[in-house]
T-cell receptor, first 112, second 108 residues
Framework: NAGVTQTPKFQVLKTGQSMTLQCAQD?????MSWYRQDPGMGLRLIHY???????DQGEVPNGYNVSRSTTEDFPLRLLSAAPSQTSVYFC???????????FGQGTRLTVV | AQRVTQPEKLLSVFKGAPVELKCNYS??????LFWYVQYSRQRLQLLLR??SRESIKGFTADLNKGETSFHLKKPFAQEEDSAMYYC??????????FGAGTRLFVKA
């Protein structure tokens, strides 16, 4: 079972570059979300989606865009990378927001 | 505002000792509370949730609405329990909020 798959696992960007972090799940979950994990701050919600075509902002959405064209995929776009976006990014999916969340392996992003 | 507080960044105990990881939440409605665990080089995974009232790997957690707490407890810690633990709150909307996490280190 693949579960939640994130790519890439590691990425180094220069300030100002853009990129897309990929997230795919094969469990037919409606609810998907993106978090960033920073030391001492835990996981903070960036964006989430309750189904194809529906997205909304979380706690720290600035500098990030998302789209949900299919149930399976929920990519996260960094429009113009900044050093403050250096973090570990996790994608998660669940049947409902109250159900168990399944996480991807994470993407470690460094912006120099 | 909804908030989850884990006051300890690091908790170090000896093998066989009891362990308690604290979690306090702020939410005026009926919360759904979870504990997630991240072992070294593994992805974050659910440990337990309050509505299931089960014990997983010897861990239990009781929701105390009066104290707005959901502390995670285990009577006898094992070395394999060393990991990062996150308390999480789902508010019935579409957001799940995580605490800052507590790193548990169980010494031999």
């Amino acid at each position: 079972n693949a579960g939640v798959t994130q790519t890439p696992k590691f990425q180094v960007l220069k300030t100002g570059q853009s990129m897309t972090l990929q997230c795919a799940q094969d469990m037919n979950h409606e609810y998907m979300s993106w978090y960033r994990q920073d030391p001492g701050m835990g996981l903070r919600l960036i964006h989430y989606s309750v189904g194809a075509g529906i997205t909304d902002q979380g706690e720290v959405p600035n500098g990030y865009n998302v789209s949900r064209s299919t149930t399976e995929d929920f990519p996260l776009r960094l429009l113009s990378a900044a050093p403050s976006q250096t973090s570990v990014y996790f994608c998660a999916s669940s049947d409902t927001p109250q159900a168990e969340a399944f996480f991807g392996q994470g993407t470690r992003l460094t912006v120099v | 505002a909804q908030r989850v507080t884990q006051p300890e960044k690091l908790l170090s105990v000896f093998k066989g000792a009891p362990v308690e990881l604290k979690c306090n939440y702020s939410y005026s409605g009926s919360p759904e509370l979870f504990w997630y665990v991240q072992y070294s080089r593994q992805r974050l995974q659910l440990l337990l949730r309050h509505i299931s009232r089960e014990s997983i790997k010897g861990f239990t957690a009781d929701l105390n609405k009066g104290e707005t707490s959901f502390h995670l407890k285990k009577p006898f810690a094992q070395e394999e329990d060393s990991a990062m633990y996150y308390c999480a709150l789902s508010t019935g909307g579409f957001k799940t909020i995580f605490g800052a996490g507590t790193r548990l280190f169980v010494k031999a």
